[in-house]
């Protein structure tokens, strides 16, 4: 692959300024559809580079490049952070706030390695600029909004983004996770799960805890529902089948003497199959109309669903390019066969919307000796910060110079002269 090697040779003489740049973006984090002078930043980058770059979706960012004929490669970063308060202690930590949705302050922090994503995707953009000789078509590099709240994609969408940019003929996208540092997970199929959150509303009849009988109790009528929820995955779905219906949070009543007029249960849902994900969200409100009707309830439950994200399920014959073009540009052991994780994000509506394929892959952040050493003792998840804790630490090497050279041999596995 003479046209890859090609382009990556200056790959480390950029390491330097990707480091700076990666601790940059982890020391000023910003929340979701807050991403402000993040985007700025991107901007600015791309711009310099020789990119032409428009804002689609508030604060997402797309920098096209036209190189001659041939395929349009769209990459994808996110950019948004959490509302996490650090505790990495590292010298670069965030110490920001920010005031979340609800006008609540939080900490926040890059605490899911978006920092990590938009640092490579600005490498390989500046890689690709560069060595426009060892390629040709169209590259797209796109930055993404609100992942956080499963939102940005759909802003993007929503804002023109299908009009505004070249159609792509596949897309990329990767994320890095707490595996061993460098290492590239790909596989073909369903990578990341559906999920959905639905907030759903019980009625009963309100009355003093010394006076049940004059009730309709929807503390009652709650733990019942939730005990008849367990019976979804247990039940009526195929064993094998992977789905989740977790219960995070109940709330009713205020007082020990008072019995509530209605309760509050917040639902998570992931699957790897969108016909088990619609039959799953059928029998959660079949058994919750069933229970109120049972209990009396003097009004229909309401059913709110937000946060719901998109099945993530990689092309085979795209999967099978952007492998091999791993297997051939990384060192023997580096790549490897991915068990489909249970996260969720919005990637997938990006491609979906344009009608085209993609690819997502992960990369490992966790240094060697420490993840081999957890897995020996069998306490990765005790000893190993994940996605989402104010502990996760991604290694700057060599996981920015991987996920980097991974985005570039991706889009050159579909860009490369004689592809």
């Known amino acids: ?80 952070a959490l509302p996490v308060t650090e505790a990495t202690g590292l010298d670069y930590a965030s110490t920001a ?79 890095v996770m707490a595996t061993e540092a460098g290492t590239i997970g790909t596989t073909a199929g369903p990578i990341l799960s559906a999920g959905d959150s639905v907030k759903i509303t019980v009625h009963g009849r309100g009355a003093h805890g010394s006076m049940p009988h004059n009730s309709v109790d929807p503390v009652v009528l709650a733990a019942s529902i939730v005990l008849k929820l367990q019976t979804i995955v247990s039940r009526e779905t195929m064993p094998g089948q992977f789905a989740v219906v977790t219960v995070g949070a109940s709330n009713a009543g205020t007082k020990s003497n008072i019995i509530a007029d209605r309760a509050v249960l917040l639902l998570n849902i992931r699957t790897y199959d969108t016909a088990l994900r619609g039959r799953i ?49 990384f060192k023997e052991g580096t790549v490897y066969h991915t068990a489909p994780a249970t996260a969720s994000e919005d990637f997938s509506r990006l491609p979906d919307a344009f009608g085209v394929p993609y690819v997502y892959w ?28 104010p502990y996760f630490a991604p290694a700057i090497d060599p996981t920015i110079g991987a996920a980097t050279k991974a985005q570039v041999v991706a889009a050159l596995a579909f860009l490369a002269k004689g592809e």
């Open 1 to 80: 692959m003479p046209d890859v090697n090609e382009a990556l040779a200056a790959l480390e003489k950029e390491l330097p300024w990707l480091r700076d740049m990666y601790k940059d973006f982890h020391r000023q984090p910003e929340l979701s559809l807050q991403e402000f002078a993040t985007a700025k930043v991107i901007e600015e980058k791309l711009t310099g580079w020789g990119y032409a770059v428009q804002r689609i979706g508030g604060t997402g960012v797309v920098g096209v490049m036209e190189n001659g004929p041939g395929t349009s490669v769209l990459a994808r970063a996110d950019i948004d």
């Open 281 to 329: 969200i059928a029998s959660i409100e079949r058994i919750v109309r069933g229970e109120c009707a049972a209990s009396g309830s003097p009004k229909e439950p309401e059913f709110e669903y937000y946060d719901q994200y998109p099945l993530t399920t990689n092309d085979a014959g795209a999967n099978a390019k952007v492998t091999d073009a791993f297997n051939a540009s």
């Open 97 to 175: 706030t920010a005031t979340d949705s609800d006008g609540t302050s939080v900490g926040v922090m890059h605490a899911c390695g978006h920092d990590m994503h938009i640092t490579a995707l600005l490498g390989a953009a500046k890689l690709l600029a560069d060595r426009r000789d060892a390629w040709s078509g169209t590259y797209i590099a796109l930055f993404q909004p609100a992942e956080e709240v499963a939102a940005g994609a759909r802003a993007m969408i929503d804002d023109g983004l299908v009009a505004k940019v070249p159609r792509p003929d596949v897309a990329l996208a990767q994320h």
């Open 362 to 389: 992960t990369v490992g952040s966790v240094p060697s000796d420490t993840y081999r050493a957890a897995v020996a003792k069998g306490t990765v998840a005790q000893d190993i910060p994940a996605n989402h804790s």
